[in-house]
């Protein structure tokens, strides 16, 4: 059974840091592209890093580059979100995801085969 845990969610002043993770099984995790998305209330899903398994090359949407690194422990089959920085439009549920191959729409939902349940973060101003 696949499974994508997502956890490190919480309540952090503007400025702050939380690291999310993400815990799979199920699949071949070294294969896969490993995605971050965040959700906030009204608005679309938005793809915001990801990271290949197989080489560790990684990608970051605009709105985060510079403040959140995504780095994987293939040996725990383990992708974090590192975030720095925080800002209150970061406020949003994060997801992560998995997709058998990289696009260059990394970014676009519909190119994820299995999701995680999500968690909150919430940023104070």
């Known amino acids: 059974e696949v499974q994508l845990q997502a956890s490190g969610g919480g309540l952090v002043q503007a400025g702050g840091s939380l690291r999310l993770s993400c815990a799979a099984s199920?699949?071949?995790?070294?294969?896969?592209?490993i995605g971050w998305f965040r959700q906030a209330p009204g608005k679309e899903p938005e793809g915001i890093a990801c990271?290949?398994?197989?080489?560790?090359?990684?990608y970051y949407a605009d709105a985060v580059k510079g403040r959140f690194t995504i780095f994987s422990d293939n040996a725990k089959n383990t992708v974090y979100l590192q975030m720095n920085s925080l800002k209150p439009e970061d406020t949003a549920v994060y997801y992560c995801?998995?997709?058998?191959?990289?696009?260059?729409?990394?970014?676009?939902?519909?190119?994820?085969?299995?999701w995680g349940q999500g968690t909150q973060v919430t940023v104070s101003s």
């Open positions: 995801a998995a997709s058998p191959s990289l696009v260059w729409s990394w970014y676009k939902s519909l190119n994820y085969d299995h």
């Open positions: 199920g699949f071949p995790f070294d294969d896969y592209v």
């Open positions: 990271i290949s398994s197989s080489d560790s090359s990684t």
